[in-house]
């Protein structure tokens, strides 16, 4: 199973890609709930219960308590705490695929590293060097 599932990932074909997307398309929806219902909680936690998706730079001049309130009133926000999330998904994600492709030059190495057959004639040259030699001999 293993060695069906290497030649699967090493084929480059278009199916392989379109699996390889629906898959990574996934996988983010997984860290993006990680970041934001696992890991972001408890930081917020630590820093004084601040909830990060929450954060905003209000740039209307107005007071506004949360951002919803914000946003409820179309004034113009910069949402940076959704951006601090944004990039944690974004560091999970590139540390992901990097331990992946790393794995598989690992993979790829250890192919290489492989000892070569043994040098001499292949069982088809030895069968054609007999023919040779009986139609020699007629």
Do not use: H, Q, W
Not at 4 to 32: H, W
Not at 35 to 61: A, E, H, Q, W
Not at 116 to 130: D, F, I, V, Y
């Amino acid at each position: 199973m293993f060695k069906e599932f290497k030649e699967f990932a090493m084929r480059g074909n278009v199916v392989d890609l379109a699996v390889g997307i629906i898959i990574g398309g996934a996988f983010g929806k997984i860290t993006t709930s990680l970041v934001n219902d696992v890991i972001m909680p408890p930081i917020g936690l630590l820093l004084g219960k601040m909830d990060f998706s929450s954060l905003f730079i209000n740039l209307s001049g107005e007071n506004y308590a949360t951002l919803a309130a914000a946003e409820a009133a179309s004034a113009p926000v910069i949402r940076y705490g959704a951006f601090v999330n944004t990039l944690l998904d974004f560091v999970i994600v590139a540390f992901a695929i990097f331990l992946l492709v790393r794995t598989i030059n690992r993979l790829k190495k250890a192919e290489e590293a492989a000892p070569p057959p043994p040098p001499g004639p292949s069982a088809e040259e030895k069968l054609l060097g007999e023919i040779r030699d009986l139609l020699k001999t007629r």
